[in-house]
């Protein structure tokens, strides 16, 4: 997978996508809102059981209480961990549907540098064009054959 300008590369189709608010930047930190420069490689695919079909056979269901800390004193910084957890972190069984299907990247991990940010996932957009706060955004419908064909060989550039 290549970030173009004019969108996200994979399999010969570019589908539309958005980043984080900030652009794309080559020095990431958390809560700075930007897509980290790089070669990503593809760790991870979560889903909602109680939404969707199981996408893949090594993708993982989220359940509740599952969460992702983003708080750079947690010593789990940049991993999912569960409720109750007390650092900062991020719902991902979240009452709208923009986390129904993960693609988690390795940024910053496994060994997360603490404020280098976290949670840099492929998941679906709010609407067209609306920035994430560092994510690649794309449309539910494409986020899903993405998705489909995608393994831990994949890659993906920025």
Known sequence: MVLTPRGLRFHGVTYPCTVGRSGVRGRKREGDGATPRGDHRIVGLL?????MKRPTDW????RPGDLWSDDP???????LVHAPHGYGHERLRRADPLYDLIILTDWNWPEAIPG??????????RRRGYP?????????ADL???ARKIDFQTRLIV
């Open 47 to 51: 889903y909602r059981p109680d939404r």
């Open 59 to 62: 993708a993982l269901p989220i």
């Open 73 to 79: 004193r947690d010593p789990d910084y940049n991993t």
């Open 116 to 125: 280098r940010g976290s949670a840099i996932f492929l998941h679906r957009w």
């Open 132 to 140: 994430t706060e560092g994510c690649i955004a794309m449309a539910p």
């Open 144 to 146: 899903w054959r993405v």
